[in-house]
């Protein structure tokens, strides 16, 4: 679930006969671009664990408190936000010049049907700028590389992992993979992460990942994650309060109240400035 980079598949060549994440992701949100199979690995996900539509709502509202916090009270006008999905309401950069209209927002995935939607997230602000990077969050050095056209990498970043790094296997070392981009990055940049979590009502979510996974591609194979493992993910930065929670309890206000569980973790990390 979530805003994240599904297909390995290349440019442009859309594979209709398994269900995609963004696609998949789509189809929960009411969304059209989407096919059969993404809409019958959503409904019987949802069957298995119907707390997965609010916990989609709560994950979108999450993003918006973070990016209004970040560009807001923090000032940061770079946003890097990796696993984009499909173009839908209350977009990155939709956010973030609404907020700060001098924004400057990158946005990365790696399925071919976002590449299709990319148009749609290249309007800015006219102050602001916004770019697309078709690449795999596995990729740091080419994400960094390409990403350098329209962020200074001198100055902080915000980088953006919602709902994305279960798609990443233990195999692929996920933390790692993280560590590759922040490291890369100035001091003062944040991470914006959230995961589902293996240990909220952890026998649904098994049931509803163990449904999807059989209908997915298999490198869109989904992995839960434990408040722990989850917590691994903001190594080397300064969680900002409340820490690692449930989604709705991160800074939550009246407009994006999830209601029920919601099984994701999330949480906001800032790099330390070097002593």
Not at 5 to 12: H, M, V
Not at 118 to 138: C, F, K, M, N, W
Not at 185 to 207: F, M, N, R, T
Request: hydrophobic share 40%; net charge negative; glycine share 8%.
């Amino acid at each position: 679930m979530g805003d994240q980079a599904g297909s390995g598949s290349a440019p442009g060549m859309i594979d209709s006969t398994v269900a995609h994440p963004a696609r998949v992701y789509n189809a929960w949100l009411g969304g059209k671009d989407n096919y059969a199979v993404d809409r019958e690995a959503a409904e019987l996900a949802a069957a298995a664990n119907p707390d997965i539509i609010p916990a989609v709502r709560a994950n979108r509202a999450f993003l918006g408190r973070a990016v209004r916090q970040l560009a807001g009270e923090a000032g940061i006008r770079q946003f890097l936000d990796i696993g984009t999905g499909i173009p839908a309401a209350d977009n990155t950069h939709e956010v973030a010049q609404g907020t700060a209209p001098t924004s400057r927002v990158v946005y990365v995935d790696n399925d071919p049907i976002v590449l299709t939607h990319a148009r749609a997230l290249l309007v800015s602000s006219p102050e602001g700028t916004t770019d697309y990077i078709h690449a795999d969050l596995r990729d740091a050095e080419k994400i960094l590389a390409a990403a350098e056209r329209t962020l200074d990498l001198s100055q902080p970043v915000v980088l953006m992992l919602v709902a994305i790094l279960q798609y990443i296997p233990d195999s692929d070392d996920p933390h790692g993979v993280t560590a590759r981009l922040l490291d890369a990055l100035a001091p003062g940049s944040h991470l914006v992460l959230s995961h589902p979590a293996s240990d909220i009502g952890a026998d649904e979510v098994a049931e509803s990942m163990r449904v999807y996974n059989a209908r997915a591609a298999k490198h869109s194979a989904a992995t839960p994650r434990t408040k722990a493992e989850v917590s691994r993910f903001f190594d080397g930065t300064q969680l900002l309060d409340p820490g690692v929670v449930s989604l709705p309890e991160w800074r939550p206000d009246s407009q994006d109240d999830a209601g029920g569980r919601v099984p994701m973790w999330c949480g906001v990390g800032r790099k330390p400035s070097l002593a």
